[in-house]
């Protein structure tokens, strides 16, 4: 069975930064593309971020480029995202997907239970 | 301002069926595929179609998927009460070379 464990969320200040973990297991993680999307509190989901099966693609959403970097450990079966210079409009449940194929796709075919990322004074 | 437009809401009652619309443009739903997720309350999304209209393994036939120029439509036949949920459709945009997705649209089953 295919699961997604978010971890790392929590309450940070403007400006700060957070780490936010996805545990992979049931399937084999090295050969699928993954990926971070997520959903501020009664909006809409909102694409933030994909990487290739191998990390050598990596694509942003414009409001994170600069700001948030993707990263994966295909021997740890993890994913990560480091948010930095974050803004209270960041703050959203950061759900981890997995996506079809070990390259970039535009559907997502798993997904996490999703972990909340506040941000405010 | 979502990329893809969708009504905000839909109702029908059990038993009938519904069709939600997803609306874009050339760079986005003309030339790439389309999928929808379903999300019940307080649950993280599930997949309900891909590549405009294929269902995954486990999602009934009463859920299918089409796509015409620059529009997609969900279907739903045989509505029941646990089918209330937000439903989103998704694509690649090549313009912004990035996933969009549309504002969702709340269903209730009356």
């Known amino acids: 069975e295919v699961q997604l464990v978010e971890s790392g969320g929590g309450l940070v200040k403007p400006g700060g930064s957070l780490r936010v973990s996805c545990a992979a297991s049931?399937?084999?993680?090295?050969?699928?593309?993954m990926n971070w999307v997520r959903q501020a509190p009664g909006k809409g989901l909102e694409w933030v971020s994909s990487?290739?099966?191998?990390?050598?693609?990596?694509y942003y959403a414009d409001s994170m480029k600069g700001r948030f970097a993707v990263s994966r450990d295909n021997a740890k079966n993890s994913l990560f995202l480091l948010m930095n210079s974050l803004r209270t409009e960041d703050t959203a449940v950061y759900y981890c997907?997995?996506?079809?194929?070990?390259?970039?796709?535009?559907?997502?075919?798993?997904w996490g239970r999703g972990i909340l990322v506040t941000v405010s004074s | 301002q979502s990329v893809l437009t969708q009504p905000s809401s839909v109702s029908a009652a059990p038993g009938q069926q519904v069709t939600i619309s997803c609306s874009g443009s050339?760079?986005?739903?003309?030339?790439?595929?389309v999928s929808w997720y379903q999300q019940l309350p307080g649950t993280a999304p599930k997949l309900l179609i891909y590549?405009?209209?294929k269902r995954p393994s486990g999602i009934p036939d009463r859920f299918s998927g089409s796509k015409s120029g620059t529009s997609a439509t969900l279907g739903i036949t045989g509505l029941q009460t646990g089918d209330e949920a937000d439903y989103y459709c998704?694509?690649?945009?090549?313009?912004?070379?990035?996933?969009?997705f549309g504002g969702g649209t709340k269903l209730t089953v009356l």
């Open positions: 998704g694509t690649w945009d090549s313009s912004l070379s990035a996933v969009v």
């Open positions: 050339s760079s986005n739903i003309g030339n790439n595929l």
């Open positions: 049931g399937f084999t993680f090295s050969g699928y593309t």
């Open positions: 990487i290739s099966s191998s990390s050598s693609y990596i």
């Open positions: 590549d405009n209209n």
């Open positions: 997907a997995r996506g079809p194929t070990p390259v970039i796709e535009d559907y997502f075919d798993y």
